[in-house]
């Protein structure tokens, strides 16, 4: 599920990189939500990939028409993929279209050659063709096949991580955020309806005043949480333990301490998401066990 989770993942990201080398306060919380805000600039260029395989599909289909030697193909294209109709409602969206027209560099030319080599690979793969040579799909199916496309050549695709990075150095770590939304978005289309809104991680104030609390309250009480945190690790000191580690427990513990909304299992739950993220293979484990064990002691419920 997209949230909350994404938020405390940029948190974490934050005191991490502020461990190592701080700076103020305001600019440091500056720099979070700017982080945030790019991470949907990542979500609108990943759509815009999707769009632009459209487009350009849709220009093969007319270049072909203008040829002087036709054959059956060219005389009769198959449509079905431009004629996709989550495909359709993706480029239809006004947020991504009023969003893409105020930053162009979000925008993907057609000419691009990464955007052609991946579209050139995509129609020659047999889940492409299967799809073509069907005679009719429903909107559920349009749906897993697009879902299925993005996560193949766009969400597992190194290459364009690597373009992805050179872009904007962030996007590095916000690649699988983004994704998330993507597929979430692709999942939550309905036949018939355009949505006129996308994803947002900050979705209102209530959100980015979670945000900079929880960052505020983790660095004032840095200390005092490792302090908690020591009597719990049983014959291991806490300067032996990774610094990702101890980034996410004292995030972790800041909010069972200073959001007692919040059920502990939840917190617990979401921090281990994170630590399998960004953290070494074991330190899940550890992350609950330890958040676990301060739990029951609080008689945090």
């Not at 014959?235 to 972790?252: F, H, K, Q």
């Amino acid at each position: 599920m997209l949230g909350r989770r994404q938020i405390r993942e940029k948190v974490v990201c934050t005191l991490y990189a502020n461990y190592q080398n701080p700076i103020a306060y305001d600019e440091l919380q500056k720099r979070m939500l700017l982080g945030i805000e790019r991470i949907y600039n990542l979500y609108i260029y990943e759509l815009n990939f999707l769009v632009a395989l459209k487009q350009l599909a849709e220009q093969q289909i007319e270049i072909g028409k203008t040829k002087f030697l036709k054959d059956e193909n060219k005389l009769h294209p198959n449509a079905k993929f431009i004629n996709n109709s989550v495909l359709g409602l993706i480029e239809e969206n006004y947020e991504r279209l009023s969003y893409t027209s105020k930053h162009q560099e979000l925008k993907w030319d057609l000419h691009d050659e990464f955007l052609v080599k991946t579209f050139k690979k995509i129609v020659a793969g047999k889940r492409f063709q299967d799809y073509i040579s069907r005679e009719a799909s429903g909107f559920q199916d349009e749906q897993k096949f697009i879902g299925k496309l993005f996560l193949r050549y766009i969400a597992e695709n190194d290459d364009l991580h690597d373009i992805l990075e050179d872009k904007e150095l962030s996007w590095a770590d916000d690649i699988h955020i983004a994704n998330s939304m993507v597929q979430k978005t692709i999942g939550a289309l309905k036949e018939g309806e355009n949505p006129h809104t996308l994803i947002k991680m900050i979705k209102n104030e209530a959100d980015e005043t979670f945000a900079t609390k929880l960052l505020w309250e983790s660095i004032k009480n840095w200390k005092t949480t490792e302090e908690k945190i020591a009597p719990l690790l049983k014959n291991w000191e806490l300067n032996r333990v990774s610094l990702m580690d101890r980034v996410i427990l004292v995030t972790a513990i800041t909010e069972l301490d200073y959001f007692p909304q919040t059920p502990s299992r939840i917190i617990i739950n979401e921090f281990i998401e994170i630590a399998k993220v960004y953290a070494t293979d074991k330190s899940n484990i550890f992350v609950n066990g330890i958040l676990d064990q301060y739990t029951k002691e609080k008689q945090r419920l």
